[in-house]
């Protein structure tokens, strides 16, 4: 089976830009998660969809910061205007989850965005 | 609400030695304890997991963890490294009882000397 498939791997943008992240899900999936990883904050989450519903997003950063899960296999993550604090790499992770079971979060590869 | 503390932010160490990163955690409620690692430019991939019997879990690469309530601790051992092991190790804690979110420790970087 495919894993959890991010893209772009690498997006390097100027201030102001719309960027667009996606992230395809593990087919049985319902659950997706997006986390942002930099060296000075570590590994945060940043909005969490359960069965194409936002459950939690108290972690997405400001407005300028949108998610969207159309489908139950694909997701996007979009920043307008971006700017260079949001240099990062955004990781997206699927699982199934299961009357309250914890399950093991898979990892796509991430995108690495640079903001110029 | 819960929280996940990896006391050390970079471990050193040589080749075929014995290695321990440690995790202590705090939640109200039941857990379920996980390990993930991230080699350079990769996601991060599960190592083992603990949701319950046995407190020793074993997991890839060698690696297993010891769950300890009473210590709120999840340890992480390996007996013997390689330099094949040296990435960024992640710790991390959910609630069986329906706070199933994980959170995440800050990390530790197990660096691997020949």
Known sequence: DAGVIQSPRHEVTEMGQ????????????????WYRQTMMRGLELLIYFNN???????????DRFSA??????????????SEPRD??????????????AAGELFFGEGSRLTVL | AQSVTQLDSQVPVFEEAPVELRCNYS???????????????QGLQLLLKYLSGSTLVKGINGF??????????FHLRKPSVHISDTAEYFCAVSGS?????????????LIVHP
């Open chain 1, 87 to 100: 240099s990062a790499v955004y990781f997206c992770a699927s699982s199934f989850f299961s009357g309250g």
């Open chain 2, 97 to 109: 009882g329906g706070s199933y979110i994980p959170t995440f420790g800050r990390g530790t970087s």
């Open chain 1, 52 to 62: 194409n519903v936002p459950i939690d997003d108290s972690g997405m950063p400001e």
């Open chain 1, 18 to 33: 719309e960027v667009t992240l996606r992230c395809k899900l593990i087919s049985g999936h319902n659950s997706l998660f």
């Open chain 1, 68 to 81: 969207k899960m159309p489908n139950a296999s694909f997701s996007t993550l979009k920043i307008q205007p």
């Open chain 2, 64 to 73: 297993e963890a010891e769950f300890n309530k009473s210590q709120t601790s």
């Open chain 2, 27 to 41: 939640s109200s409620v039941s857990v379920y304890l996980f390990w993930y690692v991230q080699y350079p430019n």
